[in-house]
């Protein structure tokens, strides 16, 4: 990726500690939008200050479409999309509220329809690109009492998918990750680290994402690939 603009939503959460730092180490010039200004700093906390400068941090709310434009209309090219932002909740169908059920895919799904389509845009212009996308293993093994998420990831598999179809012939493509639990903060806080072992490490998650979003990885499209871990 030396050389590559890169384009990574969600690099300052949970996944993106693990995989902001590889990114950054393989050459990759480096944008981050983000929401809350204390992930930009507990991410400069763990990583180097030059590597920290290499960083183009814009905030940018990823479920309003002329904010998306405008960030990727800014940046030279977009030669490769890492698009980890996504997140989940749990509650029983029938007592979810359609408020919830919506929020749920705003941000798994629809955030991830605005920046594919407007990254696509750019990478069609320039004949080149590359897009990683997160779902989950509840997207293709849905769990009760996460029917919301499962339902969002299940969409971005599909429209990641749909895109591969649709770039065949080109040198762009789409493909997807599908986690099961990942070895996160917020996870060790809410479910304790008795487990911890069978997670899979954000830097482990990492390498398979860079792979797919490398030039060797030209062949592959429309690939949903479980990183499962011991789960
Ligand atoms: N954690 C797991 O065990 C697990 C398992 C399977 C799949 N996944 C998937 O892996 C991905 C990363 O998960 P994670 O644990 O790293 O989640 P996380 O810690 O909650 O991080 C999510 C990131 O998304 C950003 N974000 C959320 N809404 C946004 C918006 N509207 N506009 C711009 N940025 C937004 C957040 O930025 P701000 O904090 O600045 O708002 C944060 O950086 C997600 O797609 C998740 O569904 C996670």
Redesign the pocket.
């Known amino acids: 990726m030396k050389g590559k603009h890169v384009l990574l939503?969600?690099?300052?959460?949970?996944?993106?500690?693990g995989v902001t730092p590889v990114v950054l180490s393989l050459g990759a010039e480096v944008t981050i939008?983000?929401?809350?200004?204390q992930?930009?700093e507990r991410l400069k906390s763990l990583i180097s200050p030059a590597d920290f400068a290499r960083i183009r941090f814009v905030a940018?709310?990823?479920?309003?479409e002329e904010a998306v434009e405008r960030l990727i209309n800014d940046l030279p090219r977009v030669d490769v999309l890492i698009?980890?932002?996504?997140?989940?909740a749990m509650g029983k169908t029938h007592e979810y509220s359609f408020e919830n059920w919506k929020r749920d895919f705003?941000?798994?799904l629809n955030?991830t329809f605005l920046v594919c389509k407007h990254s696509l845009r750019r990478m069609l212009e320039n004949g080149y690109g590359r897009i990683v996308t997160?779902?989950?293993?509840?997207a293709v093994q849905p769990s009760g009492q996460l029917a919301a998420?499962c339902a969002s990831?299940a969409g971005?598999v599909a429209l990641t998918q749909a895109i591969a179809e649709e770039t065949k012939d080109t040198n762009i493509t789409a493909n997807t990750v599908?986690?099961?639990?990942?070895?996160?903060?917020?996870?060790r806080e809410a479910m304790g680290t008795d487990n911890v072992d069978k997670?899979?490490k954000?830097e482990s998650l990492a390498q398979v994402i860079c792979f797919l979003a490398s030039e060797a990885a030209k062949d592959i499209r429309g690939a949903a690939i479980p990183v499962y871990g011991d789960i």
């Open positions: 939503t969600g690099g300052t959460g949970g996944l993106g500690l939008p983000y929401i809350q200004a992930e930009v940018t709310n990823l479920n309003d698009h980890l932002v996504g997140g989940f705003d941000l798994n955030t997160v779902g989950s293993k509840g998420y990831k971005v599908l986690p099961s639990v990942i070895d996160t903060p917020s996870n997670w899979v954000p």
